[in-house]
């Protein structure tokens, strides 16, 4: 028999999160986005104005049911991030040498640089500030605590941004977790309705209890993904995997944070202990830097995609290079046919398959989820179809990175959602109807969409009850007819 080439050949298993902004905020780049790739829009909170971000939020939910594809929506909070603030002009060029003083304020009415977060207090002399992820770096030569400024000297000039962000590595702050801003913006998480929030500047996990009892308000409270930015994050790494929904590993500040040369390790690290605890991995920032720019990405940025999906993370992401650059579409486009030709060349060579993350573990739902892939394995199964209420079972069985496709069927359709950022997932939301039995209306509708061929086997994994969270305790290999 003649498979069909949809599972093992097309379809796309690394998920890509596109940072939206004005270069792509428009129904029909939105719409371009989409169909080149886009699983996860991502609305970030340290620019644009909470309308902004509503208006925009459901641009991309019209524009997912217009395709029919399920796009899950990111709230990316700012977070306790030090940021230059607004400018009188557009730029401000500096020389290396130079003297410049920054001041608390949110807005400039001198030559002197605002800087919105009061970091003077802590500030000390020969202290590093780094600006733009460092393109920009000051050292500090003295600090007026009353008049809550610093006199620096310029020891990297490049010109200074309104909003750009900010790091001081040398400097001890307090325990910093949600701001201001950050209670302000979550005064919107139920009108946004997004799928997740991410938490900027995560130092331990009380920090990610704080907010998720902020967010057990909500009837369908979104998940939480940490980003990890800071060194006390990586001191407690584990702990925080363990709690969190998904991590992103935002290279940019973890970088200031650590040094450069440890980014790479750190990014296996948490790779490595994600999957074991099947949490979702997003690598973000400078993936395709150049694209701001340039319709063609650098050989190294293509290095740098194709490593992340060979390493088996849940999506990779994409910044200033949809948001702001001026070629948004080729930069989504390109992140896909990176991880198209990527993953062909796995699907070419793997041979064999083995739970690399089996772990010793109570939960029934990982041990079902575990023995479906490797079922799936055994019988050359076209499918593996997985009933799923929370979405919890689906993300299980694909942190066992499976060749055999894996599809979700939910009646939940936040689940459906969320469920596109998980790597290897195509979700389906279909509302409950008792008069229809549940698994024979399911088989029909995969085939009647043309994912499976009479005669193709599936392994097909449920539960007892099903719509109960928690229940699934069922795997069955199925034939099409």
Same mark, same amino acid.
Request: with cysteine; net charge positive.
């Given at each position: ?116 977060? %009061? ?5 000390? +002399? $020969?202290?590093?500030? !780094?600006? #733009?992820?460092?393109? @920009?770096? *000051? ?113 940019? %500040? ?5 040094? +450069? $040369?440890?980014?790479? !390790?750190? #990014?296996?690290?948490? @790779?490595? *202990? ?131 496709? @894996? ?75």
């Amino acid at each position: 028999m003649t498979h069909l080439t949809y599972p093992a050949e097309t379809l796309k298993r690394t998920k890509i999160v596109a940072t939206l902004g004005p270069a792509s905020d428009s129904p029909q780049i939105l719409e371009q986005l989409v169909k080149n790739g886009m699983n996860v829009a991502r609305l970030n909170f340290s620019h644009g104005t909470q309308a902004w971000h509503l208006e925009t939020a459901e641009k991309v939910r019209k524009v997912s049911e217009k395709l029919r594809k399920p796009i899950a929506i990111m709230q990316d909070l700012q977070g306790p991030k030090f940021r230059i603030g607004q400018l009188m002009e557009e730029k401000i060029d500096i020389k290396k040498g130079q003297k410049i003083v920054l001041f608390h304020g949110a807005t400039q009415i001198d030559d002197r640089i605002p800087v919105p977060m %009061d970091m003077f207090p802590y500030l000390k +002399p $020969e202290d590093r500030i !780094l600006i #733009q992820d460092g393109i @920009i770096r *000051l050292s500090v030569i003295s600090v007026d605590k009353r008049k809550k400024e610093a006199l620096c000297e310029v020891r990297v000039a490049n010109p200074i941004k309104s909003k750009k962000g900010m790091n001081i590595p040398d400097t001890k702050l307090p325990p910093m977790s949600l701001t201001e801003k950050d209670l302000d913006d979550l005064t919107i998480t139920g009108k946004l309705n997004p799928d997740y929030v991410a938490f900027s500047f995560v130092q331990d996990v009380d920090d990610i209890y704080n907010l998720r009892k902020i967010l057990s308000k909500h009837r369908n409270p979104p998940k939480i993904i940490v980003k990890l930015e800071t060194r006390e994050g990586v001191k407690n790494l584990e702990a925080i995997i363990k709690e969190t929904d998904a991590i992103m590993v935002a290279r940019g %500040d973890l970088a200031v944070e650590i040094d +450069p $040369e440890n980014v790479p !390790l750190v #990014q296996r690290q948490v @790779i490595k *202990l994600a999957r074991k605890h099947h949490t979702p991995v997003i690598i973000a920032t400078q993936m395709l830097e150049s694209m701001v720019t340039s319709p063609e990405p650098t050989r190294a940025e293509v290095s740098d995609v194709a490593t992340a999906i060979l390493e088996h993370v849940d999506a990779v992401m994409l910044s200033a290079e949809s948001a702001t650059g001026m070629y948004p579409v080729e930069a989504v486009a390109m992140q896909k046919r990176i991880i198209k030709r990527v993953e062909r060349h796995r699907h070419e060579f793997l041979t064999d398959f083995t739970l690399e993350v089996l772990e010793e573990s109570t939960s029934q739902t990982t041990a079902v989820a575990g023995a479906a892939s490797i079922l799936a394995h055994q019988v050359k199964a076209a499918l593996i179809v997985v009933e799923t209420t929370s979405g919890k079972t689906a993300s299980r069985v694909a942190s066992y990175r499976p060749v055999t496709p @894996i599809v979700a069927v939910t009646d939940e359709e936040k689940t459906s959602t969320q469920l596109a950022l998980v790597w290897g997932i195509k979700s389906f939301y279909y509302k409950t109807d008792t008069s229809v039995h549940t698994r024979s209306f399911i088989l029909r509708e995969i085939k009647r969409r043309g994912y499976v061929n009479t005669g193709d086997k599936i392994v097909y994994v449920t539960g007892a009850r099903p719509h109960v969270i928690g229940g699934t305790n069922s795997i069955k290999v199925e034939t099409i007819v």
